[in-house]
């Protein structure tokens, strides 16, 4: 078993959609949670950054943890095409150490 | 907010030539980057661990003495590709971690990547 299970998808939606965006992990450890972005030939951007269980949100964007079942989301609301990219989840046990990532998935939206 | 520079952001070079990438932090200083590696449609895969002024910290399966990484200074750190294979093409991306040991600075801040095509 992977440290990191996401689903790559792809993920089709129609424009003004609710996207929601998943990763399960095995390391009961991971303590800081993050979902980057990733335009084609282009390195991840950061979108969210969550540290422990609970929810963060930030414009349409909100991050959910659940540490006890071991299950990150990202929901995008009022999807746009612009939110069309790859979307990567990461985690680390320790502040500063290096991020394990997801295979990412792939978000297409339809306007 | 954090910038990270990467150069170049393409390359394609004859096989068993040598290429460097450099990565720059530009309005921080980093004494820790990170050297990922992503062939297409897979995830980012930890390469290295980069920090200033020792030694790099390879991961599994990684060979060192292929993939040389030196971390000269608190701004730079630079991957070199030694005699390159077709295999090693692959999208290389480095991250950098502000000196900073805040919370906040557990966040990873990418370059844009460097494209390396063997021929």
């Known amino acids: 078993q992977k440290e990191v299970e996401q689903d790559p998808g792809p993920l089709s939606v129609p424009e003004g959609a609710i996207v929601s965006l998943n990763c399960t992990y095995s390391?009961?450890?991971?303590?800081?949670f993050m979902w980057y972005r990733q335009y084609s030939r282009k390195g991840p951007e950061l979108l969210m950054y969550?540290?422990?269980?609970g929810n963060k949100e930030d414009g349409r964007f909100t991050a959910q943890v659940d540490k006890s079942s071991k299950y990150i989301s990202l929901f995008i609301r009022d999807s746009q095409p612009s939110d069309s990219a790859t979307y990567l989840c990461?985690?680390?046990?320790?502040?500063?150490?290096?991020?394990?990532f997801g295979k990412g998935t792939t978000l297409s939206v339809s306007s | 907010g954090a910038v990270v520079s990467q150069h170049p952001s393409r390359v394609i070079c004859k096989s068993g030539t040598s290429v460097k990438i450099e990565c720059r932090s530009l309005?921080?200083?980093?004494?820790?980057m990170f050297w990922y590696r992503q062939f297409p449609k897979q995830s980012l895969m930890l390469m290295a661990t980069?920090?200033?002024?020792?030694?790099?910290?390879?991961e599994q399966g990684v060979e060192k003495d292929k993939f040389l990484i030196n971390h000269a200074s608190l701004t730079l750190s630079t991957l070199t590709v030694t005699s390159a294979h077709p295999e090693d093409s692959s999208f290389y991306i480095c991250?950098?971690?502000?000196?900073?040991?805040?919370?906040?600075?557990?966040?990873?801040?990418f370059g844009a990547g460097s494209r390396l095509t063997v021929l």
């Open positions: 991250s950098a971690r502000p000196q900073s040991t805040t919370s906040g600075a557990n966040v990873l801040t």
């Open positions: 390391n009961s450890a991971f303590q800081y």
């Open positions: 969550t540290y422990s269980s």
């Open positions: 990461a985690m680390s046990a320790q502040a500063g150490t290096a991020l394990i």
């Open positions: 309005d921080f200083q980093a004494t820790t």
């Open positions: 980069s920090n200033e002024g020792s030694k790099a910290t390879y």
